[in-house]
């Protein structure tokens, strides 16, 4: 259609009449005059729009499935990220904790025995040299390490170091089958020498073949010359099993190593010896058995038991034993007729 003026006049018109039937169908409500048309409309029409629809809608749902979905990765990565780093701290307070009670118990061991130690961490198990036992832990020559020195933790005896470098050093672990220290016996100062087995537990070879030993007596180290490689005092684990005495030189017993080997992480070199050998003070305090409670019931004597009045019950005596009952005097009846 050209633009004429005719066509803006037409098209003016159309639009006031839109307008007034508009109007119209508003106040009319449900009585609308244009109630019909519009139905008629919709019946044909209707068909159209739901073609339509459906061929639009799983694309519209899509896009809304995308946003939405991106919408709710970005949320779920937040939380995720969120739950992460909640984990990373619990964990690495669980860890710290942990290891503050490692650390803890060993400056007790060290204190106890008077042992100088540089503290360490153990940061790889096993070394190039080919040992088992061994791990390797992040302090060498700068901080004062040198060959031979012994290295223990809160529980015990770990090893003693064999390779030094710059930062750090390679420890031969006490149950390694190439690794071997003088013991002492607690109490009886029975001397031997403990070797490692691995996993099972060291076997303790006794120089007095009759000594008297059973399962739960504990061990200490029995130093060497010089303090090297090992000092006195600290405490290697406890006899679990003796072997019987066949007679000879020497006694084998087998020892339960106070260290857990495949769980080291604080540790501790003694730099520096006791003045003085402390023997058995290193060890920890046996627990003492708990009290037995004893219930002792007294039986309550039959002629001490009273009723309840408090008095005590009449007892029946043998017959022989019966007190003698007085005899009654009997008074005979006098007459009335006769004068006394």
Wanted: cysteine-free.
């Amino acid at each position: 259609m050209r633009d004429t003026r005719e066509s803006r006049l037409l098209l003016v018109l159309l639009i006031a009449i839109a307008f007034a039937l508009i109007t119209v169908d508003i106040r009319g409500g449900q009585e609308s005059p244009v109630d019909g048309a519009r139905q008629a409309a919709a019946a044909a029409f209707g068909p159209v729009e739901n073609g339509v629809a459906s061929a639009v809608d799983p694309i519209g749902n899509a896009i809304g499935a995308v946003r939405d979905s991106g919408e709710r990765h970005n949320r779920i990565a937040a939380l995720e990220q969120e739950n992460a780093a909640l984990k990373a701290r619990l964990g690495s307070d669980d860890r710290n904790r942990n290891r503050l009670r490692e650390l803890d118990a060993m400056l007790k061991t060290a204190g106890a025995g008077q042992y100088g130690i540089k503290g360490a961490e153990v940061i790889a198990i096993g070394a190039a040299q080919g040992f088992s036992w061994t791990v390797t832990i992040d302090v060498g020559a700068r901080d004062g390490i040198r060959r031979d020195m012994t290295v223990l933790n809160g529980s015990g005896l770990v090893g003693r170091v064999t390779t030094v470098g710059p930062s750090t050093s390679t420890v031969l672990l006490a149950n390694d089958p190439d690794f071997t220290v003088g013991t002492r016996m607690e109490k009886s100062d029975e001397l031997g020498f403990a070797t490692g087995q691995g996993d099972s537990p060291l076997l303790v070879q006794l120089l007095n073949g009759k000594a008297k030993v059973k399962p739960g007596d504990r061990l200490v180290t029995f130093g060497s010359q010089a303090d090297k490689p090992f000092v006195p005092g600290v405490p290697v684990g406890e006899v679990v099993r003796v072997d019987p005495s066949g007679g000879g030189l020497t006694r084998n017993i087998y020892v339960r190593p106070y260290v857990g080997f495949t769980k080291l992480d604080i540790v501790g070199v003694v730099v520096q010896a006791p003045r003085t050998d402390p023997r058995d003070m290193v060890l920890p305090q046996k627990p003492k058995p708990a009290p037995t409670v004893t219930v002792t019931v007294t039986p309550t004597p039959t002629g001490a038991a009273q009723d309840n009045d408090g008095q005590k019950p009449n007892q029946a005596l043998p017959q022989g034993d019966q007190p003698a009952q007085k005899p009654q005097e009997t008074q005979q009846p006098q007459d009335q007729g006769e004068t006394p």
